[in-house]
């Protein structure tokens, strides 16, 4: 699809994109470039319900709370050594 930018810099997103990515007046779209490729990326109505589960590790490695608990382990092991 060709789009016409406007002496203002606007496009208009044809209808065919906007239904099929729930696009509405007041949605909000991510701009970037990268190696002479604009990218327009619709952001999430609700960024909270978006970014849950981003901070999960990979299957098979230990937690950060796992490795933190580990470390305070080791300390209070250490600690008690010293006396």
Known sequence: MIVTV???GQIVIPAKIRK???????SKLDVSRKNGVI???P???????E??????GKPGEPSLV???LAERKAEM????GRF
Do not use: N, V, W
Not at 20 to 26: K, M
Not at 51 to 56: I, K, Q, V
Not at 77 to 80: A, F, K
């Open 6 to 8: 406007s002496t203002k």
């Open 66 to 68: 796992d490795i933190l």
């Open 39 to 41: 990218t327009l990326r």
């Open 51 to 56: 970014s849950f589960g981003c901070l999960a």
């Open 20 to 26: 099929a990515f729930h696009l509405r007046e007041d």
């Open 77 to 80: 092991e250490r600690e008690d």
């Open 43 to 49: 952001l999430s109505s609700d960024p909270i319900e």
